[in-house]
C-alpha cells in the first residue's frame, strides 16, 4: 500500500518567518511530487511540482526533494497570514496506478500577523 | 473560465436517491480524475477516464458507483441509492496528456454532497 506521511500539526509561524512543512513516502519508485495549498472549503491548487533530486524555488516556495530517504519537503519563506491553509504532500508512484496522486492528509499551516 | 469547472457546487440528496456529478476538464485537457475527501480525511483516488475510456477505476466502491466521460460532454460521477457515508467533497481534476511525465493535475471546485 502506497503512503504518503505528514504531520498533521496545526504549525503556527510568525509572520515574516519560515515555514517548514515535510513529508515521507513508502513507494521508492515514485517519479513526481506536488505540493498542493487548500484553503477552508475550498478546492486543492497546485503550488509546486519537484521531479528530481534538490530544491526548486519558485517565488517564496522552495521544494526539496531527496529520493534516497523518500523525502519532501516546502520551505514557505517570509511567511503571510494569507499562507494560513493546509498543504496537502501528493506523490505519483511508479508502475501501475503511476497516473493517480497519492496524498497525504495535509499539514495545517497557521501564520500569525 | 479556462479551469476545471464542477457541478453542482453542492448538493442534497436522501438516502436512497440518485446523484450526479459534473466534470469538464480544462481546455486541452482530455484526462480527467475524480477524487473524493472525506471530512478529517486525505483526498483518495477514485477513477481515471480518458474519452469514452475508464482506464483505472481501482478507487470506486464496488457498489452503486460509476463513472463515464462521453464523446461529447463532461465526466460524470454516478451514485445510485446514496447513503449517509457518501457526504463527502467530490472533486475532479485534469491534466493534458499522459504521456507527460509530469502529470500536473489541476483540480476543480468540487461538489460537496451531503446525504441527509
Known amino acids: 500500500q502506497k503512503e504518503v506521511e505528514q504531520n498533521s500539526g496545526p504549525l503556527s509561524v510568525p509572520e515574516g518567518a519560515i515555514a517548514s512543512l515535510n513529508c515521507t513516502y513508502s513507494?521508492?519508485?515514485?517519479?513526481?511530487f506536488f505540493w498542493y495549498r487548500q484553503y477552508s472549503g475550498k478546492s486543492p491548487e497546485l503550488i509546486m511540482s519537484?521531479?528530481?533530486?534538490g530544491d526548486k524555488e519558485d517565488g517564496r516556495f522552495t521544494a526539496q526533494l531527496n529520493k534516497a530517504s523518500q523525502y519532501v519537503s516546502l520551505l514557505i519563506r517570509d511567511s503571510q497570514p494569507s499562507d494560513s491553509a493546509t498543504y496537502l504532500c501528493?506523490?505519483?508512484?511508479?508502475?501501475?496506478?503511476?497516473?493517480?496522486?497519492?496524498f497525504g492528509k495535509g499539514t495545517k499551516l497557521s501564520v500569525i500577523p | 473560465n479556462a479551469g476545471v469547472m464542477q457541478n453542482p457546487r453542492h448538493l442534497v440528496r436522501r438516502r436512497g436517491q440518485e446523484a450526479r456529478l459534473r466534470c469538464s476538464p480544462m481546455?486541452?485537457?482530455?484526462?480527467v480524475y475524480w477524487y473524493r475527501q472525506l471530512p478529517e480525511e486525505g483526498l483518495k483516488f477514485m477513477v481515471y477516464?480518458?474519452?469514452?475510456?475508464?482506464?483505472?477505476e481501482s478507487g470506486m466502491p464496488k457498489e452503486r458507483f460509476s463513472a463515464e466521460f462521453p464523446k461529447e460532454g463532461p465526466s460524470i460521477l454516478r451514485i445510485q441509492q446514496v447513503v449517509r457515508g457518501d457526504s463527502a467533497a467530490y472533486f475532479c481534476?485534469?491534466?493534458?496528456?499522459?504521456?507527460?511525465?509530469?502529470?500536473?493535475?489541476?483540480f476543480g471546485p468540487g461538489t460537496r454532497l451531503t446525504v441527509l
Open positions: 513507494d521508492r519508485g515514485s517519479q513526481s
Open positions: 519537484i521531479y528530481s533530486n
Open positions: 481534476a485534469s491534466s493534458p496528456r499522459l504521456s507527460d511525465a509530469y502529470n500536473e493535475q489541476f
Open positions: 501528493a506523490v505519483k508512484g511508479s508502475g501501475a496506478g503511476s497516473y493517480q496522486l497519492t
Open positions: 481546455k486541452g485537457h482530455s484526462h
Open positions: 477516464l480518458q474519452k469514452e475510456n475508464i482506464i483505472d
